[in-house]
């Protein structure tokens, strides 16, 4: 498994923005099928975003649609998720995932991940 590390999470008012980044020590993540998770108190693990390894395969929660945006830099090792638009329902802590997947699309279901970091707190309030 890798060593999965989430950092960008924070306190933002509703209509903010912030940026979720998420590396792993050692590996080159450009085979990897990165996920985006979140969950809040009370509430079961949804899927927020993934990016696949080689396809050019993108997916996004409806909820999200439109505001949040993921990207990846090989050249930094790390994979992003630009939350725009913040909701107080955003509110949650925030995983990435990752599995060795080069050739397929990624999921939103969070069977196929293997590695899974510690998560980042998100909350928005005013």
């Known amino acids: 498994q890798l060593r999965i590390v989430e950092s960008g999470g924070g306190l933002v008012q509703p209509g903010g923005s912030l940026r979720l980044s998420c590396t792993a020590s050692y590996t080159r993540l450009d085979n990897y099928a990165i996920g985006w998770f979140r969950q809040a108190p009370g509430k079961e693990r949804e899927g927020v975003s993934c990016?696949?390894?080689?396809?050019?395969?993108?997916g996004y929660a409806d909820a999200v649609k439109g505001r949040f945006s993921i990207s990846r830099d090989n050249s930094e090792n790390t994979v992003s998720l630009q939350m725009n638009s913040l909701k107080p329902e955003d509110t949650a802590v925030y995983h990435c995932?990752?599995?060795?997947?080069?050739?397929?699309?990624?999921?939103?279901?969070?069977?196929?991940?293997?590695?899974w970091g510690q998560g980042t707190q998100v909350t928005v309030s005013s």
């Open positions: 990016i696949s390894g080689r396809t050019s395969y993108i």
């Open positions: 995932a990752t599995v060795f997947d080069p050739f397929s699309n990624c999921r939103l279901d969070p069977g196929p991940y293997v590695s």
